[in-house]
């Protein structure tokens, strides 16, 4: 155990005398002497199992991502914050705890700061995983392996060129040594001298060899026929299985992590969207934009588009109805993440100040099915507007608004009217009476 351990002053208690005592990590041992002992496995296949075993523990604060669980969230563990660089947290929101929430709380741990961000999980993981199936379709796999061809031939002139170059230094060592073997044995100073340049030799031949051999190592695989038809495969089967009911949470966890390394994401850019970019297994980067869910239209990230749209729309005579179809058609959604609908649209005209559009001119005192407008129930009552704008309120008389802001349609009979107008005439005798 001797230089496995150390003691931190700072860790030490009183009457404790065993307490401060820290393992060192493997890389900070003092001496490492290999091969005593037989052993079942090689140090690099042991230095490999002990990083997984480290990696597995779910350690965020220590950079360890952790085994994949069984919880929703996508990527958990393998998520970053693209402010400060620090693994997020997870965490679930919700009335019954349903809602993943990526949370970096490394300011907020180690400094007592705000934190830096929180990143609704359900829309990030709806994109990473289309992009995931996307990238793993077999059209995209055709193309990936085609470029592993052109690569392949690219390899195979660097191999080409670095066996030359060995082929080169083998020839100059063996060179060197046939130049030592026929010198003179008297000429001590020559022969020194050829000893010398001859081992200098015989060290660039180990050393380009051993260069060869981990450019080697770090090369693609040889892919036989057989591989690139069960990768092929491989792309029509995934969305079977990651859609499979019997595929569990961890699973998909796990095949996303053979594909990504790791996610970065940052919301704050840019109103109502989020950044992020994905770290391929292979190295490749990729960025990508979506549009998030936000709490209102000020921090809606096409609030100038769609306040713009409407005052166009409405200054063509567009209904709400029409403008809600418009902005639909045209892609934009709500602050939701929804279609507009005239509810919406009222509320946004309401608040630039438009008022509604009044169909076909001015509003006739009955309609063609022979409801009454508003003015035109006045009129036949012989009260004031706003009297039936009160009477619509406390459910005096019946009608319909098809949408906000638009016209009433008011259904009243003859016996109807008669009856309003005595009981308004009532009202008024009433009124002079108590006056």
């Known amino acids: 155990m001797h230089g496995r351990q150390t003691v931190e002053p700072r860790r030490r208690k009183p009457s404790h005398p065993k307490s401060g005592i820290v393992r060192r990590p493997i890389d900070q041992w003092p001496i490492v002497i290999q091969d005593v002992y037989p052993a079942y496995t090689g140090w690099e296949r042991f230095l490999a199992n002990q990083a997984q075993l480290s990696d597995n523990q779910n350690r965020y604060r220590g950079n360890h991502p952790g085994s994949p669980r069984k919880g929703q969230a996508l990527l958990q563990g393998i998520v970053r914050c693209g402010r400060c660089g620090a693994l997020m947290r997870l965490g679930y929101s919700g009335p019954r705890g349903q809602f993943p929430v990526y949370r970096c709380e490394y300011a907020d741990t180690e400094h007592g700061l705000p934190r830096c961000q929180e990143v609704r999980g359900l829309g990030l993981d709806a994109e990473v995983e289309r992009l995931l199936l996307q990238a793993l379709e077999p059209d995209q796999i055709a193309l990936a392996l085609a470029g592993l061809e052109e690569l392949g031939k690219e390899h195979e002139a660097l191999k080409h060129q670095r066996e030359l170059h060995l082929q080169r230094l083998q020839y100059e060592a063996e060179r060197a040594r046939r130049q030592y073997d026929v010198v003179e044995p008297e000429n001590r100073l020559v022969a020194r001298n050829l000893e010398r340049g001859w081992e200098e ?95 209102s239209y000020t921090e809606h990230a ?33 602050s939701k993440k929804r279609p507009f609908n005239h509810n919406a649209i009222w ?83 009433s009124q002079k009476e108590v006056s």
């Open 201 to 295: 030799k015989l060290r660039a031949v180990e050393k380009a060899k051993q260069e060869h051999q981990n450019w080697l190592g770090e090369q693609r695989l040889e892919l036989a026929g057989a591989d690139r038809q069960d990768i092929l495969a491989l792309g029509v089967d995934l969305p079977k299985v990651w859609h499979a009911s019997s595929t569990t949470a961890a699973e998909r966890k796990q095949i996303l992590r053979y594909v990504i390394k790791q996610v970065t994401v940052d919301q704050k850019r840019k109103p109502g969207k989020v950044w992020f970019k994905i770290v391929w297994q292979t190295g490749a980067t990729t960025e990508h934009w979506y549009g998030r869910c936000v709490r």
């Open 302 to 334: 096409e609030t100038q588009r769609i306040d713009q749209r409407i005052r166009e729309l409405h200054a063509e005579g567009k209904l709400d109805d029409e403008i809600a179809e418009a902005l639909n058609t045209e892609g934009l959604l709500t």
């Open 347 to 429: 509320f946004l005209r309401r608040r630039l100040g438009l008022r509604a559009v009044k169909p076909n001119g001015a509003l006739p005192s009955r309609w063609e099915d022979g409801a009454y407008s508003v003015r035109g129930a006045a009129e036949a009552i012989g009260v004031y507007a706003g009297t039936i704008h009160k009477w619509l309120r406390t459910g005096r008389i019946h009608g319909e608004q098809p949408r906000k802001g638009t016209p009433w349609r008011i259904f009243l009979t003859e016996k109807d009217i008669k009856q309003l107008h005595q009981y308004a005439e009532r009202v008024r005798r």
